[in-house]
C-alpha cells in the first residue's frame, strides 16, 4: 500500500499547508545499487541523505523499479519523502542520422531520458512490461559478452584470475548487471590477487599496456581508466550496443505516460571546457524541441555544471513553465556529498527554491496518482504548466503531512 494514501484529502492538505519549513533540502536524482551506484546498498543512501539534511530523495534507476519498495520503507523510517524515478537511454534515429548530440556527448542520437513520479506500487501495462523486459534481457547479453572478452584478455596477459558473470551478480550487483561492475570487479579481484601495491601496479601496467595513470588507492579514476583501456570503444573487451535494442525517444516517452510518471530530459548542459552539444547549445530551441516531442520536465545533475550555466539555463526554462529539478546522481564508485552543488559554486537560495518547487509538483502527482486522481500530466500526456504554482503548494503540503505523521511505515 502507497502511504500516501493515508494522508488527508487534498483539498484539506491545500487549506491548511500544513505548518513547516517553507522549503527543504532535496536530491531528485540518485542511483542505487540496483542499477550502479557509490552505495553500497539503499539504507546508506537514504541514511547518508538524512545525515545531510535531506527531506525529499528520488530514486533513478536505470531500466529497473526493483528498488522501490526498500527505498520507500527505508525513507520512511528516516523521515524522507520518497520520489520513485526511472531512468532510460534510447535512441533517436532522426538525430543519429543528422549527426546530433543530445545529452551523450559522444553517439549521436543517443538519449539518457528519466520519468519522475511513477506509480507506487509500480504497475504497467504488459505493453510496458515487456518491453522493460526486453531493455534488460538486451543490456544482459552485452554485458555476458564483454565478461568473456575481458576474461579472453585477462588470459592474454597472464592475469591471476578471471571473472563470471553470475558471481558479478551475486556479489556486486541487485540483478542488473552493468559495465561499470565489470570494472569495480577487476579492482577487487586485483586488490585480492596481487597483495602488494608493487604486484598490482605491475598488473595493471599489463593490463593497460603502460603504467596506469591513477594512484591506485583513487577508486573512481582508477575504475573509470578499466572501463576506457578494456569496456569502451576501442578496449579489448569492447562489445557495441545493438542499436535495433534501443527504444526510440517516443517509445520510452510512452512507457513513462504508461507507468504514471513525467516524462523528463536530463540536462547535461557545460563541461568543465565550456562545451555544451549540438542539442542543447540554444535555450530557446531547446525548449521548442522538447515542447514539440511533448516533454515539460527537465532536471540538472549541477555537479558536473558551472553555477553561471546552471543559473541561466535554471532561470530560463522555469520562466518557460517547465518543471525543474536536480540531483546527485551517484552513478560512480566516488561516494561525494548528497547535497547539490554546482562544480564551481554551491546552489543559492533562488536554486535551492526551483529545485525545491519542482521536487513538490512530484510530490503532488505522486499524492494524487496514489489516489487515482490525474496527477501533473493531462490525459493527452501535456504537462499541466499553468497548474504548475497549485501543484507546487500541494507537494509542499504533502510532503510536510508526510514527515509530520511519521512514522507510519508503508505496508
Known amino acids: 500500500m502507497n502511504i500516501l494514501k493515508k494522508l488527508p484529502d487534498a483539498e484539506q492538505l491545500t487549506h491548511k499547508l500544513v505548518d513547516g519549513p517553507i522549503n527543504h533540502k532535496v536530491n531528485a536524482h540518485i542511483h542505487t545499487p540496483y542499477s550502479f551506484s557509490a552505495f553500497d546498498s539503499i539504507e546508506q543512501a537514504v541514511t547518508l541523505a538524512r545525515d545531510e539534511d535531506i527531506k525529499a530523495l528520488g530514486i533513478n534507476d536505470f531500466y529497473v523499479t526493483d528498488g522501490y519498495r526498500e527505498f520507500a520503507e527505508t525513507c520512511a523510517k528516516n523521515g524522507i519523502f520518497p520520489l520513485f524515478n526511472i531512468e532510460f537511454i534510447g535512441l533517436n534515429k532522426e538525430d543519429q542520422a543528422n549527426n546530433i548530440r543530445l545529452n551523450d556527448p559522444n553517439n549521436p542520437g543517443r538519449t539518457y531520458f528519466s520519468g519522475k513520479g511513477l506509480n507506487y506500487p509500480f504497475r504497467a501495462s504488459k505493453k510496458t512490461t515487456d518491453k522493460l523486459e526486453q ?19 585477462l588470459q592474454s596477459v ?13 556479489r556486486y550487483a541487485e540483478n542488473l548487471v ?4 565489470i570494472a569495480k570487479a577487476i579492482r577487487l579481484s586485483a586488490e585480492e590477487y596481487y597483495p602488494s601495491p608493487e604486484e598490482r601496479l605491475e598488473f595493471y601496467s599489463s593490463l593497460f599496456g603502460k603504467d596506469p595513470e591513477p594512484v591506485v588507492s583513487d577508486f573512481n579514476t582508477l575504475e573509470n581508466e578499466i572501463r576506457g583501456a578494456l569496456l569502451k570503444a576501442g578496449g579489448h573487451a569492447f562489445v557495441p550496443e545493438d542499436d535495433n535494442a534501443f527504444l526510440s525517444f517516443n517509445e520510452i516517452r510512452a512507457m513513462i505516460l504508461d507507468a504514471g510518471g513525467i516524462p523528463t530530459y536530463p ?16 535555450k530557446k530551441e531547446l525548449a521548442n524541441k522538447l515542447l514539440e516531442r511533448g516533454v515539460f520536465s527537465i532536471e540538472f545533475i549541477p555537479g ?16 518557460m513553465g517547465f518543471l525543474v529539478t536536480y540531483g546527485t546522481e551517484h552513478n560512480t564508485p566516488s561516494l561525494t556529498p548528497l547535497t547539490v552543488a554546482c562544480r564551481d559554486a554551491a546552489l543559492d537560495d533562488e536554486l535551492k527554491q526551483v529545485s525545491y518547487n519542482g521536487t513538490c509538483v ?38 510536510n503531512q508526510y514527515l509530520k505523521q511519521l512514522p507510519i511505515g508503508y505496508e
Request: charged share 30%; no cysteine; proline share 0%.
Open 267 to 282: 540536462l547535461l548542459l557545460d563541461d568543465k571546457n565550456g562545451h555544451f552539444t549540438d542539442f542543447e547549445r540554444s
Open 158 to 170: 597472464n592475469a591471476r584470475f578471471t571473472l563470471s558473470f553470475y558471481d558479478l551478480r551475486h
Open 135 to 153: 531493455i534488460f534481457d538486451s543490456s544482459q547479453l552485452q554485458v555476458k559478452e564483454m565478461v568473456k572478452k575481458t576474461n579472453d584478455y
Open 362 to 399: 512530484i510530490a503532488a502527482h505522486q499524492y494524487l496518482q496514489a489516489r487515482n486522481r490525474e496527477g501533473y500530466i493531462n490525459e493527452s500526456g501535456h504537462g499541466k504548466t499553468h497548474e504548475r504554482k497549485t501543484f507546487e503548494e500541494l507537494g509542499h503540503a504533502v510532503i
Open 178 to 181: 552493468r559495465e561499470r561492475h
Open 304 to 319: 558536473r555544471n558551472s553555477y553561471e550555466k546552471l543559473k541561466e539555463y535554471t532561470q530560463y526554462f522555469y520562466n
